[in-house]
């Protein structure tokens, strides 16, 4: 008699808590199995709903999305007929999610050390002398280093790279049978990318875990699952053995996805424009906080950024590139007052104006030059808010800025959804009920709320698949031309600099290490930090 599955799904339904909303389900007539030990790969584009398939099985379904009906089966378990307080026991020990931003899933108040002890102390009966030694056991294994001093860190001292494996740690820590990866290595720079990929498949293997492993890249998961399940429109379109979906895709959905992952990019025809810098940057030097003293303030000030230097021109895309914990993003907020600590100078250019240094105003001053820059962030989830509806987040900017009615912002907001090709009617939708492309162009649309001459987009389309992510980018191209911006663009992704930037900075430690435009950069790289990006680039799947 064949054994059963470990995990079986059932017709499954999603759908919204509000009957009247359309359509009514998100996600519909679902049906997968997953043996013990196997690896299943859930792709799909934005919205085609495999995050929310793979958040249903361990019972964290965003705000307003319900189960309707279907069976949820873990080891002859019901888990669809369970209470939150009657899965507990399952979830964390038996089935473990690695989610895809760290730093939405840490805690920021807690050190990475506890919160990986804490689920020692939830599912595992251990002396507290054991679980410290537990924890530094669990980050030996993801290949953390100096496992007892990491232990006492808080997630903003650590890199992106090393919180992803804090998250894999913890996920590990209550030994679990299957485990969950929502899109882990999306967020991280090609390198990190490429050994986080090779420590999950060989956890996996030594641990003989059965795993999930949801992508909007094909090729990520070709590497590291035995079979596949597209999605397309809320519906699982087609499974099977990975190379055979992969040799003979049989739905249209498939091919997309397999074909946008084959084409090669074609960079914009631009010509930037030159003469007095928007943005003149000049040993710029960022610190964070290291250590505390009781009512005395940090120990030390670690430098993140070491003494940069680059200009911004107007009509401009500057990219800055390198792996996590460079500085790149660091660099990027201090420019609105982000950063504890910054010295040197960001001269802003705002044409009409005289030139102001970002780093030496005021809050007063801050506020008011705030309308000639916005920042759109790279995860649209945590940066809008979900209790607004999608035209309040848009025209917040004009709310904080003052001066304007209500009337006046909505119909500024309707304006700016029909720039980002959404319609009017998600004007009175919450971010729950858009796609991920949908959620990030209301950001972009809320970037652009005061007509600002710089735009810094952190990572503004790496967690989304390729359709959508061209798509994006065709949009922030075409109201670059129409309204003359400037993009300061942070990013890991070689692909999105070619296509998109004029002149790039790599970074590399805190420091610019080498700058020039786009394609020179590509086809001559001159430093070391240049070579091993573009080598790690080409050694992905």
Not at 217 to 230: H, L, M, N, T, Y
Not at 318 to 325: I, K, M, P, R
Not at 386 to 409: C, D
Request: charged share 20%.
């Amino acid at each position: 008699m064949a054994k059963a599955p470990l995990l079986c799904v059932w017709n499954l339904q999603l759908g919204l808590e509000t009957e009247s909303a359309a359509p009514p389900f998100l996600v519909h007539g679902v049906s997968f199995s997953l043996e013990a030990g196997e690896c299943l790969g859930f792709v799909g584009a934005s919205g085609s709903g495999k995050s929310l398939t793979l958040t249903s099985l361990a019972g964290l379904l965003p705000s307003g999305v319900v189960h309707k009906s279907g069976e949820i089966i873990f080891d002859g378990h019901r888990l669809d007929l369970m209470s939150m307080k009657e899965r507990r026991p399952f979830l964390g020990k038996r089935i473990a999610m690695i989610f895809q931003d760290p730093m939405t899933a840490l805690n920021p108040v807690m050190t990475v050390g506890y919160q990986v002890q804490e689920v020692l102390q939830e599912h595992l009966n251990l002396s507290k002398e054991q679980q410290l030694k537990k924890v530094a056991e669990l980050f030996t294994e993801v290949a953390l280093p100096r496992p007892e001093e990491l232990m006492k860190r808080y997630p903003h001292e650590l890199s992106g790279g090393q919180r992803q494996r804090v998250l894999i740690a913890m996920a590990l820590a209550g030994e679990p049978e299957i485990l969950l990866a929502d899109e882990p290595t999306t967020a991280l720079d090609t390198i990190v990318q490429a050994e986080i990929l090779q420590l999950i498949k060989r956890i996996q293997k030594d641990r003989q875990l059965a795993m999930i492993w949801v992508s909007h890249d094909f090729d990520v998961v070709r590497s590291i699952c035995q079979k596949v399940a597209v999605f397309a429109d809320g519906q699982l379109v087609e499974s099977g053995a990975m190379q055979e979906v992969f040799r003979a895709p049989k739905h249209v959905a498939t091919r997309s996805l397999l074909a946008s992952a084959k084409e090669a990019t074609s960079s914009f025809s631009k010509t930037p424009s030159q003469g007095t810098p928007l943005l003149r940057v000049e040993n710029l030097s960022v610190y964070h906080p290291e250590g505390r003293r009781l009512f005395r303030g940090p120990q030390a000030w670690n430098p993140a950024v070491k003494s940069v230097s680059f200009s911004l021109f107007q009509k401009e895309t500057l990219a800055l590139v390198g792996g996590s914990g460079c500085g790149k993003t660091t660099l990027g907020r201090a420019l609105f007052g982000f950063s504890p600590r910054a010295e040197g100078n960001a001269f802003f250019n705002q044409p009409g104006n005289s030139e102001v240094d970002l780093l030496s105003l005021n809050s007063q001053a801050r506020r008011n030059q705030a309308r000639h820059l916005a920042m759109i962030f790279q995860d649209p989830d945590a940066s809008l808010d979900p209790r607004m509806r999608v035209h309040e987040s848009i025209a917040e900017p004009l709310w904080v800025q003052g001066g304007t009615s209500a009337q006046q912002r909505r119909k500024v907001a309707e304006q700016l959804l029909e720039e980002v090709q959404l319609p009017h009617s998600l004007a009175m939708a919450f971010p729950f009920e858009l796609s991920g492309g949908q959620r990030q162009r209301v950001a972009i649309a809320r970037a652009l709320a005061l007509r600002p001459s710089l735009v810094v987009c952190d990572e503004a389309v790496s967690a989304l698949d390729g359709p959508v992510q061209q798509e994006i980018l065709c949009l922030l191209q075409e109201l670059q031309e129409r309204h003359g911006l400037s993009y300061l663009w942070i990013t890991h992704d070689w692909g999105v600099v070619e296509t998109f930037a004029d002149r790039v900075c790599v970074m590399d430690h805190g420091r610019i290490v080498e700058e020039g435009l786009v394609r020179e950069v590509l086809e001559n790289p001159k430093e070391v930090p240049t070579i091993q990006l573009l080598k790690a680039r080409l050694s992905l799947p």
